[in-house]
């Protein structure tokens, strides 16, 4: 049963969802239909975390089956130190979803169920057609629960948010095609696997429009400066269960997806304009951390401190060393937890007051102590208090930072202190100052939701304290990464010549 | 005895149409019995067509009845998809005509007939042949379109698309006696050759004449700029008429096209520029046409507009080496899939007169009729192109075919023009899911058409898994 680990990970809640769609289940028994299946996929996710070994910083639990022979098309799956985290991610996370929300419609938790599935196949995924299959089938169930259950303007933001991702995608998908020509042209193989991808040599013209192609679609999904603008927007008016995925889970796979395809692939055009993509990291930062002290909409508001976020996460891989590459891998589950939890509890206040300004808010901490408590601890943790998960990461990410290029890593250093202000004052003025009238007959959470959320809370204070068994499944990984980088590095410094010229094709007659 | 299995599918469907003639003069032959047979004598080819021997991937020199025609892999997958579509087709029409006036005994028949000349078009490999194929499925199309000839909006349709397509065949017959003259005969085989050995350019006879065939090819194929009578003969069509059309008769066309060209392969070279901009202009103004359209048919015709475009893009990326067709086939297989689907749904959530047709008049569909709406959204998505659907593989095999002829710009072209065309097949998605229904979507009883639009949405998913050779 285990050598299929991951395929039952991801075709489980695709089937589960499937079928609470075609049987007429009720709203609570699809609700406990996806509380199993998330709970099933969570004990394997554990499994898969527990005996995963790292130490050779290779692909383990490998899958293979051939989909297209001619064409080298196969489903092949695989978890290496840089997926590991995000994979476990994409499986732990999702039973809080289904305790605190009780009250969905049927199709919204099979839409939940499906893109759990999808995001697992995306990140499991090791040839690239495959990858893309996931990666497109994820965007579906995010379409329809913003679109059918999202807040009064939910229109124009599923609108916005479909027409970006698909157009990144489609000009993802060019690129593919273009890799899979390449690796036939240099080596009259059909192949579409990752492995094969990173050894090709690529130079030219085109390789670069590639590489602008693949960068596109993922920093739409990420989103990086300056294309964030659907994030605001579909945060806020998607219902808080899906901002939770796309926040903790689906931006995720962004930056897996640049580690995993973009680095290896594209290593010359990537050191050429890592500086470039570095900035817009910062930018997106700044820019992001300002326009969320602005707000008065408390979600519009965690919004844009998880863009900002999303913005440091980035600038550890364009860094381009190790340290940075490291705090990346381990920002993701950090943030992931972190800015989850956040998004949960705003959902939960949200429910119960029906109300998302600021100003509404006061004086929560008397009423409900132990909601306030939860809050504090992934709040720290979103700003990087030394002693949570967000510390490790963000200190190795400023660290890489400093070695790259020291006037950036100043500039994201002061970003920081922006999160920690915006952040402080947001609880301030939502947990101490005068009691407000909204939350008169608020109740502190109770003992199922603490239950639900204890458990990652404290996966929060492990991972600031002890990271070191984290550390050691995706370093193995990291360091095989970092061979590659050290290589981009050399270009980048223009130490050694590029290897040979990559396949350059005609281009078409305009 | 070769060459007599070669067409035992064009005798199947002629025999038919003949039997379903004979059949309707007698008037205790009902509406219901007709259409049973029409559906039967449709799946009875099918399975002809699939039992039948093909010789290996297409050689230009291979030959039955002399010469005259071509029989491969290649014809062989088109002539079954030209007679799946005539099956669903039929499907679709039976229930369509239990709630529309304007049924005639004789309508399966020419339907039957209409599958015969594309199927003879399909293997032909002789000018004259060519014309005798593209006439029998031209009037017999002619027919269907204008079965209830008290209807103005049909008899409209029917006469902007006889004019045109006269016009058409009359180039087609101009440009045949041009190259009979540049070439001294009309077998492609023997016109490739003659174009080998001189020359093209130095034969204005031969340029001149397969130009003027290059324009009727571009007429029947709907392609830019030879496309503005489609969306209004698309429109004045009876719903299943006009599936059929947007599917079969453009397969028929695209299968002589693409022998034709591989066939002279010096021929597609020296027209290799034009099909770029031709396919470029297709597509992208298709997608504007599509853009502004607020009736569904409409919409889809000048869909078929865009995909005619993705189409040739195959085309130009053809290679006489080693030509198998599978892309244009499997594309072929998987547009008519999604489109007869569609179409198929219309047949029967159209209601009595065809009076729901306009994107608002589908709104809320998921709520009232559930499992409809899944299968129309899952035909558009595979028309747009989003995987796991039969629609993405077809585009991943067409661009990745034009990569790999060197023609990336086209291929990014291509890209484009998906999603441009994602704003109106997002739109019907977002007018039946995220919209509230203003009526309960009442139906006449019927079980054909449904059947036939879950059979096609099932069909999307499971064509992606033939496997297709670059």
New interface residues.
């Given amino acids: 049963m285990f050598e299929h680990l991951i395929s039952i990970m991801i075709f489980v809640p695709i089937i589960a969802g499937l079928v609470t ?1 075609v049987l007429p289940l009720s709203r609570e028994a699809a609700r406990i239909v996806g509380l199993a299946v998330s709970v099933v996929v969570v004990l394997l996710g554990l499994k898969l975390f527990l005996s995963f070994s790292g130490a050779s910083g290779s692909f383990e639990f490998v899958e293979y089956a051939p ?5 080298g098309i196969a489903y092949s799956l695989g978890v290496d130190g840089i997926s590991i985290l995000v994979l476990s991610a994409a499986a732990l996370l999702f039973p809080m979803v289904y305790l605190l929300f009780q009250t969905k419609a049927k199709g919204y938790y099979a839409n939940l169920l499906i893109v759990q599935g999808a995001m697992i196949g995306a990140v499991a995924a090791t040839d690239m ?1 495959l990858f ?2 996931f990666w ?2 994820m965007l ?1 169930p995010v379409f ?1 629960m913003i ?2 259950y999202g807040g009064p303007n ?2 124009p933001a ?2 916005k948010i ?2 970006y991702t ?2 990144g995608s ?2 993802m ?2 690129s593919i ?2 890799l ?2 390449s690796y ?1 042209a240099q080596s009259g193989e059909w192949s579409f696997a990752m492995t094969n991808f990173s050894e090709m040599s690529l130079t030219g013209s ?1 390789a670069t429009l590639a590489f602008v192609g693949f960068m596109i679609a993922f920093a739409i999904k990420i989103p990086l400066f300056p294309f964030h603008t659907w994030l605001p927007d579909a945060y806020t008016e998607a219902p808080t269960a899906t901002t939770f995925v796309l926040s903790a889970v689906m931006a995720k796979i962004g930056v897996y997806g640049v580690i995993r395809f973009v680095v290896p692939v594209f290593d010359e055009s990537f050191a050429r304009y890592a500086l470039i993509l570095a900035c817009s990291g910062v930018i997106g930062m700044m820019y992001c951390g300002i326009a969320a002290l602005a707000q008065k909409d408390f979600k519009r508001m965690l919004a844009f401190s998880s863009a900002s976020h999303m913005g440091i996460i980035a600038l550890g891989i364009f860094c381009m060393n190790i340290q940075a590459l490291t705090g990346t891998l381990y920002q993701i589950v950090a943030h992931a937890t972190s800015t989850g939890v956040l998004f949960l509890l705003l959902g939960i206040i949200e429910e119960r007051t029906e109300s998302r300004n600021i100003d509404d808010f006061g004086g929560l901490a008397a009423k409900a102590p132990v909601f306030a408590f939860f809050f504090a601890v992934a709040m720290l943790a979103s700003v990087g208090l030394p002693g949570t998960s967000g510390f490790i990461g963000e200190f190795l990410i400023i660290l890489g930072a400093v070695k790259f290029n020291p006037i950036i890593a100043v500039f994201a250093g002061t970003t920081l202190i922006i999160g920690v202000c915006y952040m402080l004052w947001l609880f301030q003025r939502v947990f101490f100052e005068k009691p407000s009238s909204k939350l008169a007959d608020f109740s502190d959470l109770s003992a199922i939701e603490i239950l639900t959320i204890l458990p990652i809370v404290i996966l929060i204070v492990v991972m600031g304290i002890y990271p070191q068994p984290f550390i050691a499944k995706i370093e193995p990984s990291a360091e095989r990464q970092m061979a590659v980088i050290q290589k981009v590095q050399q270009i980048a410094d223009n130490r050694i010549e590029p290897l040979k010229p990559g396949q350059e ?6 | 005895m070769h060459d007599f299995m070669a067409i035992l599918p064009l005798v199947a469907t002629g025999a038919g149409a003949i039997l379903v003639m004979l059949a309707a003069a007698f008037e205790s032959f009902k509406k219901e019995g007709i259409s049973i047979l029409g559906i039967g004598l449709f799946a009875f080819a099918f399975f002809v067509q699939l039992t039948v021997e093909s010789g290996a991937p297409i050689t230009p020199y291979g030959s039955v009845f002399n010469g005259m025609l071509v029989t491969s892999t290649f014809t062989k997958g088109a002539g079954l998809i030209i007679l799946a579509c005539g099956f669903f087709s039929a499907i679709a029409s039976q229930t369509y005509f239990t709630q529309n006036e304007g049924f005639v005994l004789e309508y399966y028949c020419m339907m039957l007939f209409a599958a015969c000349g594309m199927l003879l078009m399909t293997m032909a490999a002789e000018l004259i042949t060519v014309f005798i194929a593209l006439e029998i499925m031209s009037l017999a199309i002619y027919t269907l379109i204008a079965s209830d000839r008290r209807s103005v909006l049909r008899s409209e349709a029917v006469l902007k698309y006889l004019m045109l397509g006269a016009f058409a065949g009359a180039f087609f017959v101009m440009g045949s006696v041009f190259i009979y003259a540049g070439a001294k005969s009309t077998k492609f085989a023997d016109i490739g050759q003659v174009v080998a050995e001189t020359g093209f350019l130095t034969n204005p006879a031969l340029v001149g004449g397969s130009l003027l065939i290059l324009v009727a090819f571009l007429f029947k194929a709907a392609a830019f700029p030879f496309h503005a009578w489609v969306v209004d003969v698309y429109d004045g069509a009876p719903v299943p008429v006009t599936g059929f059309m947007a599917t079969a008769v453009k397969t028929a066309v695209f299968a002589v096209f693409a022998n034709f060209l591989v066939i002279n392969g010096q021929l597609q070279e020296g027209w290799v ?1 034009y099909l ?1 901009y031709i396919s ?1 202009l297709t597509m992208f103004v298709g997608n504007l046409i599509a853009i502004g359209q607020n009736s569904l048919k409409r919409m889809l015709a000048a869909s078929g507009i865009v995909h005619t475009g993705y189409l040739i893009i195959a085309l130009v990326a053809v290679n006489s080496e080693g030509f198998t067709g599978s892309t244009i086939i499997f594309y072929l297989a998987a547009y008519a899939a999604s489109t007869l689907g569609i179409f198929a749904a219309l047949s029967y959530l159209g209601g009595e007169g065809e009076k729901r047709n306009s994107f608002e008049d589908f709104n809320g569909l998921a709520k009232v009729r559930p499992y409809s709406a ?1 299968c129309i959204a899952i035909f558009l ?1 595979s028309m747009a ?4 659907t039969a629609g ?1 593989m077809g585009k ?1 095999y067409i ?2 075919g034009a ?2 002829g ?8 291509g ?1 484009f023009s ?2 441009l065309s ?1 704003w109106y097949y ?1 739109r019907l998605i ?1 007018a039946m ?2 919209r509230e229904p203003e009526e309960d979507f009442e139906v006449a009883e019927m079980t054909l058409a449904p059947l036939g639009t879950f059979v096609l949405a099932l069909s999307v998913f499971a064509i992606s ?1 033939i ?4």
Avoid at chain 1, 67 to 71: A, G, P, R, V
Avoid at chain 2, 406 to 413: A, C, K, Q, T
């Fill in positions: 769609f989909i297209n022979e001619s064409l057609v893309y299959v497109e089938v579906l329809f679109g059918l939910r229109l599923t609108i479909t027409i698909i157009a489609l000009l998908l060019a095609i273009y899979g020509i036939h085109t094709l005609k281009t078409g007659d305009l | 520029n770029f470029v899944a998505l192109g989003i995987p796991p993405f991943f661009i990745a990569f790999q060197g023609y990336i710009s086209l291929g990014v072209l890209i998906s999603i994602m997002l977002i899911y995220f898994f496997p297709v050779v670059i």
